[in-house]
């Protein structure tokens, strides 16, 4: 089942770069074997986090403190593109990603995040753009909040931001729900519908 999400305030950092496929997310032969469940959160990233001799990439920002501990990406266009691997959501939940805010996700990807109890959600790029801007103006140190109750982001800077889920998606990570079990809830219905 999917971690519930209701409040989320945490560190966010900004990944501005556009078209970021779900192999950069994780390559495919860190999903090969049997169990590689709980072992992906060090490999995501791994192309942008690490140089040739497997030590950390110091330019990239996920190496960096505050932003190692970050719970939110702030993302470029198409985030999440290419494969519909699963793998990229699981290794970005294992490495402690909550929600993503970006202007656009690859489809896939986005039902996936759902799946898994993360949080995507979809603004006008102006507003990724801001909520960027206002991260790196605080170096980090500014917390993002998420309320998806009330369907709210609310920047560093204290300016809060609309958005928009479908209901069902919405319920699903209210309560913890995969969409099983949210259409299990409906069983008394589906069994008169049956009969």
Known sequence: MPKQFNKLTAIASPIMRGNIDTDVIIRIERLVGNSVRGTLGKWAFGSLRYLPDVSENPDFILNREPYRRAEILVTGPNFGCGSSREGAVWALQEMG??????????DIFFANCFQNGILPIVVDKKIVDALAADIEATQGAGRVGIDLEAQTI???????????IDPRRREGLLLGLDEVALTLQRDNEIRAFQS
Do not use: D, L, N, T
């Not at 609310?154 to 928009?164: D, I, L, T, W, Y």
């Open 97 to 106: 990603i909550r929600a993503i805010i970006g202007s656009g996700f690859g």
């Open 154 to 164: 609310v920047s560093p800077s204290g300016r809060q931001h609309a958005f928009e």
